[in-house]
T-cell receptor, first 113, second 112 residues
Framework: DVKVTQSSRYLVKRTGEKVFLECVQDMDHENMFWYRQDPGLGLRLIYFSYDVKMKEKGDIPEGYSVSREKKERFSLILESASTNQTSMYLC????????????FGPGTRLLVL | GENVEQHPSTLSVQEGDSAVIKCTYSDSASNYFPWYKQELGKGPQLIIDIRSNVGEKKDQRIAVTLNKTAKHFSLHITETQPEDSAVYFCAASRSSASKIIFGSGTRLSIRP
């Protein structure tokens, strides 16, 4: 079974703090994704990576950066957290290629005060 | 870019009845349409998908239909059970894209 784990289920941070969200997958998947989930807006893609050290912007990359130093790990970084980044963050992974099934982690609910 | 609209946003049905969730997409080049189910406290999980070369696909109590001309696709759940309560997301992608575009989600509740 594919397993995608996220470092925290709940996180509370202050405005202006630097925030790291970590994601690890154990199935040797090439592709990894970061989404944010907000009521009424569905899942919106922030960044994705199709290989180590490779990254591509998704639909809402502003205010975020990512890092992929190892194949199994994909980090989302909020350089200076703001209240409008309060959200549920979901990480996913998939095999290489297009239209492959994405496997999601349980999510990190981030509250920025 | 691609836009996927999903309706309704919430749906409540009596246990044993059927539930239908509908989505429309804007990009005529889209050819892959997955459906994901998100249970409480979990990440979304793929439950069924359909490609544009077929009009319907069934898997036990779940079926998906696709109308390419009208650019809409639907999820049908028959004989609903309590464990069907969840948030359902439709999505669409084209073969030249690395990403999929999700709809806004439908919260399905099954009344006992």
């Amino acid at each position: 079974d594919v397993k995608v784990t996220q470092s925290s289920r709940y996180l509370v941070k202050r405005t202006g703090e630097k925030v790291f969200l970590e994601c690890v997958q154990d199935m040797d998947h090439e592709n990894m994704f970061w989404y944010r989930q907000d009521p009424g807006l569905g899942l919106r893609l922030i960044y994705f990576s199709y290989d180590v050290k490779m990254k591509e912007k998704g639909d809402i990359p502003e205010g975020y950066s990512v890092s992929r130093e190892k194949k199994e790990r994909f980090s989302l970084i909020l350089e200076s957290a703001s209240t409008n980044q309060t959200s549920m963050y979901l990480c996913a992974s998939s095999k290489s290629g297009i239209q492959e099934t994405q496997y999601f982690g349980p999510g990190t609910r981030l509250l920025v005060l | 870019g691609e836009n996927v609209e999903q309706h309704p946003s919430t749906l409540s049905v009596q246990e044993g009845d059927s539930a239908v969730i509908k989505c429309t997409y804007s990009d005529s080049a889209s050819n892959y349409f997955p459906w994901y189910k998100q249970e409480l406290g979990k990440g979304p999980q793929l439950i069924i998908d359909i490609r544009s070369n077929v009009g319907e696909k069934k898997d036990q109590r779940i079926a998906v239909t696709l109308n390419k001309t009208a650019k809409h696709f639907s999820l049908h759940i028959t004989e609903t059970q309590p464990e069907d309560s969840a948030v359902y997301f439709c999505a669409a992608s084209r073969s030249s894209a690395s990403k999929i575009i999700f709809g806004s989600g439908t919260r399905l509740s099954i009344r006992p």
